[in-house]
């Protein structure tokens, strides 16, 4: 009888755990889906791995200050299917573990709102516990979120340059523009660091930016100006 007393408190403290577990997920997503967050981990370890004096450049701006152009360069850069999906690319995800069954390289398959859930809630890494918490913050923010606030945050916590993060920095600092008068050529130049902003530049675009820039331009064409008006 006692054997049964302690396994039943034991279960209960173990679903307490689960459930204080739970609710500490909640909350952050609660908060940033009408909050803007000040900092994300990656500035963070950024900005330590950074010389000393190191400046971050950092400045939120809402979806009404950015573009059209810019956000349909995102877009037809990193994740062409973002207003259709529920937060993952089956096809993408499917044709890249055939790539790498083949003998190819494993690329990246990941959705824009699975980039969100690991710059805003996670740590830089590549374990499975990160990938399976960063799965689960994507059906989170799917829900609690929607897409134009998947965006928004997007836009605003990519890393687009060295200690640089969002489009309303980056659109400053390395074109010399404000976010929301990037043209159509900007806006895909500045897309086309991603997902390498650390090995591509936009203030010094060689041979890799400008071809990727040319073939974003050709994507946001063919998706039209009119792709993202549902969201």
């Known amino acids: 009888m006692r054997r049964k007393s302690k396994a039943n408190r034991l279960r209960r ?72 999906h529920f937060g993952f690319d089956l096809d993408s995800i499917a044709d890249a573990v055939e790539d790498a069954a083949r003998g190819g390289r494993l690329r990246g398959a990941s959705t824009l709102s699975q980039q969100v859930a690991k710059n805003v809630f996670l740590w830089p890494g590549r374990s499975w516990l ?21 965006l928004e945050m997007y836009v605003n916590v990519a890393e687009l340059g060295p200690l640089t993060f969002g489009v309303g920095a980056a659109s400053r600092r390395f074109l010399g523009v404000e976010p929301s008068r990037l043209d159509e050529a900007q806006a895909a130049l500045l897309a086309a660091v991603l997902p390498n902003p650390l090995q591509r530049s936009v203030s010094a675009p060689g041979a890799v930016e400008r071809e990727r820039q040319a073939w974003i331009l050709a994507q946001m064409r063919q998706l039209g100006p009119g792709y993202l008006d549902g969201l």
Do not use: N
């Open 13 to 84: 403290l173990i679903l307490r755990l689960l459930l204080a577990l739970l609710l500490l997920s909640l909350l952050p997503v609660a908060l940033w889906r009408f909050a803007d967050p000040p900092l994300t981990l990656l500035m963070i370890q950024r900005w330590f791995e950074a010389p000393s004096g190191a400046r971050l450049h950092y400045r939120w701006v809402d979806l009404a200050e950015v573009s059209p152009r810019f956000l349909l360069a995102v877009v037809a850069a990193e994740d062409q299917k973002f207003p259709v």
């Open 130 to 150: 990160r990938k399976a918490l960063e799965a689960y913050y994507t059906v989170l923010i799917e829900l609690a979120w929607g897409k134009r606030r998947i």
